[in-house]
């Protein structure tokens, strides 16, 4: 029997906000001491007051407008009780039945196909405190609470179960992060946590309208976990089924080691969140003025960036999608092109001459290492990616040597030219310097000279192969074979 | 209509609160007294009258975008019942 897999996610956004969403604590904490962002406020102390931060309400509101929304004009926050220590107040500020934005769309490509993922909602509530789960040397368990987080504004986007294979899901949510990203509401990172996803998964029966029971999973921290969990999490439903077992209605955990989910285990009751509308919050009635306000000031999305791309450059569509899919690729790629050594390219190619090289070598050193382009830009600004990609293609240096440079350059942060001049790697494009070397080629290779007399055409790539190695690949090629040629035909 | 021993049980496990045998027949009583409170209450005709979330007539109360100083960690830490470090020590929990 055939099965269609049916995923929906919901991911949580941390909001790059200055202070929290109802205190004026700082919302940066990454590499705060623990407990040192915290006041009465955050920290739930009785008798004390939150108040609406109106920036987090405007990024909801723009991102609720970027994934076509409808905007409420009236909001307000709701209490969802859940005792757990890493919520200070027992509570956490939400919202349940008046959230900002409702009723949006996202759309993805699949197979050059196009198809829109619904957004059934766009809402404002808190992160939680960090827990820090220890063993003492006794062998007993506990956690260390660190409020930092706690009250962090976070924003809820629930995407409906429009997705149908792990594909789908992975492209959703880096179209997803991208908007985040070009809205600049969030740094979308997934690895430390300021953009995360839970999914839920379940089968039905092809030409079935029946679903199989819904299975959530949590703890999936980055696109490839989320690709694969879906995968392994497919495949376990499919096999579950057809052996006739049955499928429990449950949360599981990815465990990124191991490459599967596996149940976690339930809580003694229910979730019971007894929501009710927050007495310490005024509910807010959102303008027409201010949504128009931000339509207005909204930044060019990634879908307008890649249309810009093809027509301002002359980029193909494959560069293009892949260029804007970060913003901070497109960017670099944008500020390579707004440089001195860009006017040394050939102006009809000079932007795909860029684009090579960022979806290249670029692409391969970032793999490697790990690494995000910011944190390449560290070592190599895109003045000197422009810089190498010139060189290359005037000459100077051949593509192989442009590629080593370009490693260097990311690996000890010195210019192109310092390192050229520093191991003597310049192209030698000057016919008196390869003559003598040329002479000492013809000489040692009696034989290939003889098969060039003979006309055989391989026998002078093989002659230009060893000027090549005898100068470490400095030798322009293309003049190494005229020059060969020419002291041939004279002897 | 009374509550049940297991509904206060129930709802006292939800709050995380302690409760004696002789506790939960005082808050049967209670608890009880108050839901027929609301049965008076929804007696009233709300025909046309806008559900409402708040009593106030207060709207948007929103503040600026800026951090203000937190308190000292060992202000934070100060009523903590056990802490390690700098940071509250609890029993632990899980996912």
């Known amino acids: 029997m055939n099965f269609e897999t049916v995923i929906g996610l919901e991911a949580h956004v941390q909001l790059l906000t200055r202070s929290k969403m109802f205190c004026g604590c700082s919302a940066d904490y990454a590499t705060a001491p623990p407990n040192t962002h915290v006041c009465p406020v955050c920290l739930g102390m009785p008798g004390v007051l939150p108040v609406i931060n109106r920036q987090a309400v405007a990024y909801t509101i723009m991102t609720a407008l970027a994934l076509n929304c409808t905007v409420s004009g009236y909001t307000k926050f709701d209490r969802k009780n859940y005792p757990y220590p890493d919520l200070m107040k027992g509570y956490q500020i939400s919202q349940y039945d008046a959230p900002i934005g409702k009723g949006g769309w996202l759309g993805i490509e699949v197979d050059g196909q196009k198809k829109k993922i619904g957004i059934t909602r766009v809402h404002l509530e808190e992160d939680v405190a960090k827990l820090l789960h220890r063993t003492d040397a006794g062998g007993e368990e506990y956690s260390l609470v660190d409020v930092n987080r706690s009250g962090v504004p976070l924003m809820e986007i629930v995407g409906e179960p429009d997705l149908r294979s792990p594909e789908e899901a992975r492209q959703y949510l880096v179209k997803l992060r991208s908007i985040l990203q070009y809205l600049g509401v969030s740094t979308g990172n997934m690895e430390e946590g300021s953009f995360r996803c839970d999914a839920n998964i379940s089968i039905r029966a092809e030409g079935s309208s029946k679903l199989g029971p819904k299975v959530e999973v949590k703890n999936m921290n980055s696109f490839r976990a989320v690709y694969q969990a879906m995968d392994y999490e497919a495949g376990r439903q499919r096999k579950a089924f057809s052996e006739g077992k049955k499928l429990a209605q449950e949360t599981r955990g990815w465990v990124e080691e191991r490459g599967k989910t596996v149940a976690q285990r339930s809580k003694e009751y229910a979730h019971d969140y007894r929501y009710f509308p927050e007495p310490d919050l005024p509910p807010l009635s959102i303008s027409r003025d201010w949504v128009e306000e931000i339509k207005t000031k909204l930044p060019e999305l990634p879908e307008d960036r890649r249309e810009r791309f093809m027509t301002e450059y002359g980029l193909p569509l494959y560069d293009a999608s892949l260029l804007i899919s970060s913003k901070a690729m497109a960017d670099y790629f944008e500020d390579a092109t707004k440089t001195d050594a860009y006017q040394k390219l050939p102006p009809d190619k000079a932007a795909k001459e860029v684009s090579n090289w960022l979806l290249g070598e670029v692409s391969r050193i970032m793999n490697d290492n790990n690494i995000e382009i910011d944190d390449f830009k560290r070592k190599v600004e895109p003045a000197q990616t422009t810089r190498i990609a010139a060189m290359s293609s005037e000459g100077v240096v051949n593509i192989s040597t442009a590629k080593l440079v370009m490693g260097e350059m990311f690996n000890t942060g010195k210019s192109a030219e310092e390192i050229i001049r520093e191991r003597g790697l310049s192209q030698i494009s000057d016919s008196g310097e390869l003559e003598a070397t040329i002479i000492d080629v013809i000489n040692s290779n009696a034989q290939a000279v003889s098969d060039y007399k003979a006309g055989k055409d391989t026998a002078l790539k093989f002659l230009v192969g060893q000027v090549m190695r005898a100068t470490k690949g400095r030798a322009n090629p293309v003049l190494a074979g005229e020059l060969l040629q020419k002291k041939l035909d004279e002897g | ?95």
């Open chain 2, 1 to 95: 209509m009374k509550l049940s021993r297991e509904e206060v049980l129930r709802i006292a496990r939800l709050a995380r609160l302690g409760v004696t045998e002789e506790d939960v027949d005082k808050f049967r009583e209670q608890l009880s007294n108050i839901l027929q409170n609301f049965e008076i209450l929804r007696q009233v005709d709300t025909e046309g009258v806008p559900p409402t979330a708040q009593s106030i007539v207060l709207q948007n109360i929103m503040r600026d975008d800026e951090v203000a100083p937190s308190l000292p960690p060992e202000d934070i830490l100060a009523n903590a019942p056990r802490r390690e470090g700098e940071c509250f020590r609890v029993r632990a929990v899980l996912e």
